[in-house]
C-alpha cells in the first residue's frame, strides 16, 4: 500500500464481482480488508488483501468486525 488510499472493507470480496473490485482496489494502493462468508486467501490477484470471515446476518459480529477494521471505506 502507497499509504494514500486508505481502509476499505470488502463484504463479498471472495465472489466473482468482489474479487475484481478487491484486486482493483489492491492496485490502487487501498489497505483491502475482504469480510467473505467463505474467505479464500491466496487467492490469485488477492495476495495483498486481509482475509475475514463473517456472516452478514448476524449484526453484532458483523459490527464488532467493522469496528476493528476501522475502514475509510465499505
Excluded: C, K, S, Y
Amino acid at each position: 500500500m502507497n499509504g494514500t488510499a486508505g481502509r476499505l472493507a470488502l463484504f463479498g470480496g471472495g465472489g466473482f464481482v468482489g474479487g475484481r473490485l478487491a484486486a482493483a482496489a489492491l492496485a490502487q494502493g487501498w489497505d483491502v480488508h475482504i469480510v467473505d462468508a467463505a474467505p479464500a486467501p491466496g487467492a490469485p490477484g488477492l495476495e495483498g488483501a486481509r482475509w475475514h470471515r463473517a456472516d452478514i446476518t448476524e449484526a453484532p459480529a458483523v459490527r464488532e468486525l467493522v469496528r476493528g477494521i476501522a475502514p475509510g471505506a465499505v
